[in-house]
């Protein structure tokens, strides 16, 4: 919806491996999702920081008001 590709990983809940089987506290030290990975800065892991940075992406003109 924002206009933004991405690429989702699955992560199991309960053994918190992704499905590589990396194990994701190496990504988010809590080990909980949502987690963005940038290759522009430091990952976002707390949800008003990720939706912020979609707004900030979002092409101009297609933000509904």
């Known amino acids: 919806m924002a206009g933004i590709p991405v690429a989702l990983g699955k992560v199991d809940r ?3 491996r992704t499905a590589s ?3 994701f ?3 988010h ?3 909980w999702a949502p987690t963005i990975e940038r290759e ?3 990952q976002l892991i707390e949800g ?3 939706v ?3 707004a900030d992406k979002m092409p ?3 933000r509904h008001t």
């Open 14 to 16: 309960h053994s918190k």
């Open 21 to 23: 089987g990396l194990d």
């Open 25 to 27: 506290k190496t990504i």
């Open 29 to 31: 030290s809590k080990g």
């Open 40 to 42: 522009d800065g430091p």
């Open 48 to 50: 008003p920081a990720i």
């Open 52 to 54: 912020q940075y979609i």
């Open 60 to 62: 101009s003109g297609s």
